[in-house]
């Protein structure tokens, strides 16, 4: 690993990262060299994902933490806090997804989005941004948007305003925080093969949408936003704040 790109002595956060894209994050970062905390909701699917990196003899380890609960995160930090833990990289990937008309759509589910998907990012990043501050190192979040940061699709109204949210959200932390030396990017993925995704992969019309809409003519594999979020994480990025990076196969450069 290129010295440029080593995240030797450093530790990242991975919200949402038992499985699916946040697990490839976190495996990628641990793979260029830094210890990862992983955090989920659900301890079956925790136990399984620190015993793969485990495996692998990589330095990880799992919190188990609503990432929409101020009072729940904060209890991590302060247990970091007293472990002499550094959390040096997050990467805000927790989310969900909800189907539904605006028309039909409660506040309710509404609001449940938003909180997982937008209102997590500022919380956890603040945490961590906070401690960074006054330790005066630096650091790196690195929060995840998508295609709806950029365009809409009918029927996931809530998912689309949090997802556009986090591009602002994103430009927000770089103007307060980038004077203490702490680089807030975002990554936006496009389709991707992933567990949550089979369901529309199977569908052979919205499968042969996606591969006809993009440019590369295909769905992306996880591991293809591995590099994308070793570079934010590492000090190759280091003048780099604010920014969006789509990782879409095309997806957003045509009409």
Same mark, same amino acid.
């Given at each position: 690993?290129?010295p &440029? ?8 956060l +991975? ?5 699916g &894209? ?11 060299g830094?210890? %990862? +905390?992983? #955090?989920?909701?659900?301890?079956q699917?925790?136990h399984?994902?620190l015993a793969?990196?485990?495996?692998q003899?990589f #330095?990880?380890r799992?919190?188990?933490?609503? %990432?929409?609960n101020e009072?729940? +995160?904060?209890?991590?930090f302060?247990? &970091?806090?007293?472990e ?5 990289? *997050?990467?805000n ?10 028309l039909?759509?409660a506040?309710s589910?509404?609001?449940? *989005?938003i909180?997982? #998907?937008?209102?997590?990012?500022f ?13 005066n190192?630096?650091?790196?979040i690195i ?12 029927? %996931?109204a @809530?998912?689309t305003?949090?997802k556009g ?5 994103t ?7 980038a *004077? ?7 990554i936006? @993925?496009?389709?991707?093969?992933t567990? !949550?995704?089979?369901a529309?992969v199977?569908n ?7 591969c ?8 992306g594999k @996880?591991?293809?936003?591995i590099?994308t979020? %070793?570079?934010l994480?590492s000090?190759?990025s280091n003048?780099?704040?604010?920014? !969006?990076?789509? *990782?879409?196969?095309?997806w957003l450069a045509?009409?």
């Amino acid at each position: 690993m290129p010295p &440029l790109f080593d995240l030797t002595g450093k530790t990242a956060l +991975i919200t949402g990262s038992t499985r699916g &894209l946040g697990f490839a994050y976190a495996t990628g970062l641990a793979q260029a060299g830094a210890s %990862v +905390i992983l #955090n989920g909701t659900s301890e079956q699917h925790m136990h399984h994902a620190l015993a793969q990196l485990k495996a692998q003899g990589f #330095n990880a380890r799992g919190f188990l933490f609503n %990432v929409a609960n101020e009072d729940e +995160i904060e209890r991590v930090f302060a247990q &970091l806090d007293e472990e002499n833990i550094h959390v040096d990289i *997050v990467i805000n990937n927790a989310g969900i997804q909800f189907r539904k008309p605006m028309l039909e759509l409660a506040l309710s589910d509404w609001q449940r *989005v938003i909180d997982v #998907n937008l209102t997590s990012a500022f919380l956890v990043a603040r945490a961590a941004a906070r401690r960074m501050v006054a330790r005066n190192s630096g650091g790196k979040i690195i929060n995840i948007g998508s295609l709806t940061s950029e365009a809409a699709r009918a029927t %996931v109204a @809530p998912y689309t305003a949090a997802k556009g949210g986090i591009k602002l959200l994103t430009k927000s932390m770089a103007a307060e925080w980038a *004077v203490h030396n702490i680089q807030s990017n975002g990554i936006g @993925p496009g389709y991707i093969l992933t567990d !949550m995704n089979s369901a529309l992969v199977e569908n052979q019309e919205f499968n042969q949408w996606v591969c006809n809409s993009t440019p590369s003519g295909r769905w992306g594999k @996880p591991d293809e936003l591995i590099g994308t979020a %070793v570079y934010l994480a590492s000090s190759a990025s280091n003048y780099v704040n604010g920014q !969006m990076i789509y *990782v879409d196969g095309g997806w957003l450069a045509t009409l």
